[in-house]
């Protein structure tokens, strides 16, 4: 059975440490994505890659940086975790060939709590 | 820009009843759309994905449509059960929004036994 692992699904951290969320996909995917997900917000695309060592800025990126050494890990950092960025972290991802053909496979979440 | 809207933002019915679910968007140069189901404090599960050159698909109890023209899709749930209860997401794959998915804000729904 295919799959995206997000390593924590519960994590807790302090203000100004450096956290990092981790997600590995096991489908051979090109593409991947972060999201983080809040009550009335909905979910807002933080970076996103489409390849080994690549990254590009979703729509609220500030905050936050992108790892992507292997094709198959894709590391969300908060460089300076900060309360605002309690939230639940979703990581996505799909293949590359043609405009998302098959759509994407997410993982099972990481609800980040800051204090 | 593309814009995904799901109305209402919740629904409760009794078990047995059929379930409508409604997903509209704004721009219908869409690639595909998918449906999404997200239990509290889960990741999100794909239910169906349609592309745009088909108008329907099907899984079991699941059946969604799709009308790129008028910008709508519906998903519709069988003979509901309480095991159904759950946030459903929509999500739209277009070149407006740059090959990614636009989501809606889904709809919470509860089946009640």
């Known amino acids: 059975d295919v799959k995206v692992t997000q390593s924590s699904r519960y994590l807790v951290k302090r203000t100004g440490e450096k956290v990092f969320l981790e997600c590995v996909q096991d489908?051979?995917?090109?593409?991947m994505f972060w999201y983080r997900q809040d009550p009335g917000l909905g979910l807002r695309l933080i970076y996103f890659?489409?390849?080994?060592?690549?990254?590009e800025k979703g729509d609220i990126p500030e905050g936050y940086s992108v790892s992507r050494e292997k094709k198959e890990r894709f590391s969300l950092i908060l460089e300076s975790a900060s309360t605002n960025q309690t939230s639940m972290y979703l990581c996505a991802s799909s293949l590359r060939q043609g405009p998302l053909l098959y759509g994407y496979t997410f993982g099972s979440g990481t609800r980040l709590t800051v204090v | 820009k593309q814009e995904v809207t799901q109305i209402p933002a919740a629904l409760s019915v009794p078990e047995g009843e059929n379930l409508v679910l409604n997903c509209s968007f704004t721009d219908s140069a869409i690639y595909n759309l998918q449906w999404f189901r997200q239990d509290p404090g889960k990741g999100l599960t794909s239910l169906l994905l349609?592309?745009?050159?088909?108008r329907e698909q099907t899984s079991g109890r699941l059946n969604a449509s799709l009308d790129k023209s008028s910008g709508r899709s519906t998903l519709y749930i069988a003979a509901s059960q309480p095991g159904d209860s759950a946030t459903y997401l929509c999500a739209v794959g277009s070149k407006a929004a740059g090959n990614k998915l636009t989501f809606g804000g889904g709809t919470r729904v509860l089946v009640k036994p």
């Open positions: 489908m051979d995917h090109e593409n």
């Open positions: 349609i592309q745009s050159s088909q």
């Open positions: 890659s489409y390849d080994v060592k690549m990254k």
